[in-house]
T-cell receptor, first 114, second 116 residues
Framework: DAGVIQSPRHEVTEMGQEVTLRCKPI?????LFWYRQTMMRGLELLIY????????DSGMPEDRFSAKMPNASFSTLKIQPSEPRDSAVYFC????????????FGPGTRLTVL | QKEVEQNSGPLSVPEGAIASLNCTYS??????FFWYRQYSGKSPELIMS????GDKEDGRFTAQLNKASQYVSLLIRDSQPSDSATYLC????????????????FGQGTILTVHP
C-alpha cells in the first residue's frame, strides 16, 4: 500500500515567488496534517483537516500561508509571497480515525527560498 | 515550561547496550503517546504508541508510560548502529470536545548514536 506522497521533493525559489506544495494522503485516512520542521523550532503543526474540512489552522504563521483540501486524496499548501525565513522541510502526514492519532508522514518537501 | 520535553542529547551508547530515552509532558489530561524515529534527511517514522500506564514491548523496543509522573520513555535493547537517529516523543493532548483526537505535540527530539 502506498504511503503519503508529497511533491515536489525539493523546491528552490526566489523571494517573492509563489510556492505550492502537494500531498496525497494514504487512502482511507480521514485526517491530514501539514507540518514544518526547522533546526531552531523543531516540528511544528501548521494546519490539519478532518474529512477535507480544516479543523485547526492556528499554527499557520501568517496570511502568506494557505492550505486547501478539495477532496479526500489531495491537499495543497501554498506560500505567497515566499520569504527566506520560510525555508524548511514541510511534511504532510495522515491518520486513520480509529488509531487515536497515529500519524504517518510523507517524505517531505525541502524548500529553499533565496 | 515546554509542553513536551526531551533531553536533546546526543546520547551515545555502545552497540549491544540498552538505550534509554525519556520524555516529560505538561498536560495531565494527555491521552496517547508516540515515539517516532527520524533518520537524518528523512521523515519521522512511527515506531511505538502507548495509551495506558505500564510497559508495551515490540521487538527490541519497550515504551513505558507513567501518567501520574507525566513521563514516557523508550528503551531500545541490544542497540545497533542502525538505531542511530533522532527520536521524537509526541503527545496527544486533551481534546476540548471530550474526544481524544487532537493535535500531536512533539518534543525537540533526542539524538541517539550507537557506536560499534
Amino acid at each position: 500500500d502506498a504511503g503519503v506522497i508529497q511533491s515536489p521533493r525539493h523546491e528552490v525559489t526566489e523571494m517573492g515567488q509563489e510556492v505550492t506544495l502537494r500531498c496525497k494522503p494514504i487512502s482511507g485516512h480521514d485526517y491530514l496534517f501539514w507540518y514544518r520542521q526547522t533546526m531552531m523550532r523543531g516540528l511544528e503543526l501548521l494546519i490539519y483537516f478532518n474529512n477535507n474540512v480544516p479543523i485547526d489552522d492556528s499554527g499557520m504563521p501568517e496570511d502568506r500561508f494557505s492550505a486547501k483540501m478539495p477532496n479526500a486524496s489531495f491537499s495543497t499548501l501554498k506560500i505567497q509571497p515566499s520569504e527566506p525565513r520560510d525555508s524548511a522541510v514541510y511534511f504532510c502526514a495522515s491518520s486513520p480515525r480509529d488509531t487515536d492519532n497515529e500519524q504517518f508522514f510523507g517524505p517531505g518537501t525541502r524548500l529553499t527560498v533565496l | 515550561q515546554k509542553e513536551v520535553e526531551q533531553n536533546s542529547g546526543p546520547l551515545s551508547v555502545p552497540e549491544g547496550a540498552i538505550a534509554s530515552l525519556n520524555c516529560t509532558y505538561s498536560d495531565r489530561g494527555s491521552q496517547s503517546f508516540f515515539w517516532y524515529r527520524q533518520y537524518s534527511g528523512k521523515s519521522p517514522e512511527l515506531i511505538m504508541s502507548i495509551y495506558s500506564n505500564g510497559d508495551k514491548e515490540d521487538g527490541r523496543f519497550t515504551a513505558q508510560l507513567n501518567k501520574a509522573s507525566q513521563y514516557v520513555s523508550l528503551l531500545i535493547r541490544d542497540s545497533q548502529p542502525s538505531d542511530s537517529a533522532t527520536y521524537l516523543c509526541a503527545v496527544n493532548p486533551r481534546h476540548a470536545g471530550g474526544t481524544s483526537y487532537g493535535k500531536l505535540t512533539f518534543g525537540q527530539g533526542t539524538i541517539l548514536t550507537v557506536h560499534p
